[in-house]
C-alpha cells in the first residue's frame, strides 16, 4: 500500500465539491470581527468621550475656578494664556503650570475685584 495514495486520497475527500474552504474562513474571522466591536466599545469609545470631556474642561476654565492639578496642587486659577494657567495655591503665593497639567475643576466661581 503507497501511503501518499492514501494522503491524496485524504486531502480529496476532506474538500467535498459543495466549497466548504470558503465558509470555513469566513467562520474564523467572524470571532475576530466580534472581539474588535467588543473593544471598540469597551475601550476606546470611553477613551475618546473622557478626552472630548477634558477638553471641553480645559477650553471652558476661568478665573476663578478652583482646580486640581496631575501633580496633586489644587489651587484658584488666577491668569490664563493659551498654554500657562496661573493658580494662586496659598495668599500670595502664585505657580504657573501648563493646562494640560490641569486635571479637573473642583468648584466654579468668579474672582471678587
Do not use: C
Amino acid at each position: 500500500m503507497d501511503w501518499t495514495s492514501v494522503a491524496h486520497a485524504m486531502g480529496g475527500a476532506g474538500q467535498g465539491g459543495s466549497g466548504q474552504g470558503a465558509a470555513g474562513g469566513l467562520g474564523f474571522f467572524a470571532p475576530l470581527v466580534i472581539m474588535m466591536v467588543i473593544f471598540y466599545f469597551l475601550l476606546i469609545r470611553p477613551q475618546q468621550k473622557r478626552q472630548k470631556e477634558l477638553k471641553n474642561m480645559l477650553a471652558g476654565l476661568q478665573k476663578g475656578d478652583v482646580v486640581l492639578t496631575q501633580g496633586g496642587l489644587q489651587g484658584k486659577v488666577t491668569g490664563l494664556t493659551d498654554t500657562v494657567v496661573t493658580l494662586e495655591i496659598a495668599e500670595k503665593v502664585r505657580v504657573k503650570i501648563q493646562r494640560a497639567y490641569v486635571v479637573s475643576v473642583v468648584s466654579k466661581g468668579e474672582v471678587e475685584e
